[in-house]
């Protein structure tokens, strides 16, 4: 009895060190897949590993490959070019539960021109992800923002008011949504609400770059209409404004868009 107990904790010792050896080598992998992915991003930023090389080779630690291959997307985020739809799809399908990159990707995407990619990421999201109500907020934000599409905004605020652990705020937005004619005032405070309730930093500037913006369009707005009511008339352009001195100088735009002024005193973007 003795001798079986001896040889049990041998065995119980000899799976520990076995196990040990295997977690030490799996951090070595992942670290040396991380220099690998840093050279890429020095040498070739758009070359994207096929997710399911990654899976064959990370010895079943799909979640923390793919988060090592989220930072390397992140860190290329401008650099993909045409490929930066391929490079969030190819990193969901390392991971496909991993949440956060299909709500970063819905939001962030149509800012590159890629708005049918962000809306096939965010459904995709919500049908392989863990729950994650951003997935469907961000993806509601999408049809409101980029499509005015407010049947389909409606439809995914309300999933998203709906979904587990969701913060109070989304609940406010999907209860308000579709009240208000405004699009602007219904598009600021989806931003405002988005900034107060991420912790990414990428997704907090682009909100509120998206806010100031707004706000910029409001104040000339403004400008636009004591404009008219001292001269009868609508400016022939924005820059009149300055001519006319009613303002000093038209605001630099945070996200690099051309304002306008359309027929009837509205701030545009082109």
């Known amino acids: 009895m003795a001798s079986l107990e001896i040889k049990n904790i041998k065995n119980s010792g000899l799976f520990a060190l076995f196990l040990c050896i295997v977690l030490l080598s799996s951090t070595a992998f992942l670290q040396y897949y991380s220099d690998i992915l840093k050279r ?9 590993i ?46 496909p539960k991993f949440s956060f990159p299909y709500a970063f990707g819905t939001l962030v995407l149509p800012a590159f021109g890629f708005t049918d990619e962000a809306l096939e990421i965010g459904k995709d999201g919500i049908r392989r992800a863990d729950s994650d109500w951003r997935i469907p907020y961000y993806l509601a934000t999408t049809y409101h ?9 409606s439809l995914y605020f309300n999933l998203a008011a709906n979904t587990p652990n969701v913060l109070e705020q989304v609940k406010i937005i999907a209860a308000r949504y579709g009240t208000s004619a405004d699009h602007r005032s219904e598009t600021k405070a989806i931003w405002q609400s988005i900034y107060e309730t991420s912790k990414d930093e990428v997704i907090k500037e682009n909100a509120m770059k ?49 304002l306008s002024l359309d027929e009837n005193g509205k701030i545009i973007i082109e």
């Open 40 to 48: 890429n991003s020095m040498q070739l930023p758009t070359t994207i």
């Open 50 to 95: 096929p997710a399911r090389a990654i899976r064959a080779i990370d010895l079943g630690l799909h979640s923390a490959a793919a988060s090592l291959a989220w930072i390397n997307t992140i860190q290329n985020l401008v650099n993909y070019g045409e490929k930066l739809p391929l490079a969030f799809k190819n990193l969901n399908d390392t991971d």
């Open 145 to 153: 923002i980029y499509l005015k599409d407010r049947e389909n905004a």
């Open 210 to 258: 998206s806010i100031v913006q707004i706000e910029i369009m409001e104040l000339l707005e403004k400008a636009v209409a004591i404009y008219k009511q001292k001269y009868g008339l609508y400016p022939a352009s924005l820059d009149e404004l300055v001519t006319k001195k009613i303002i000093k100088s038209i605001p630099e735009n945070p996200l690099g868009v051309t």
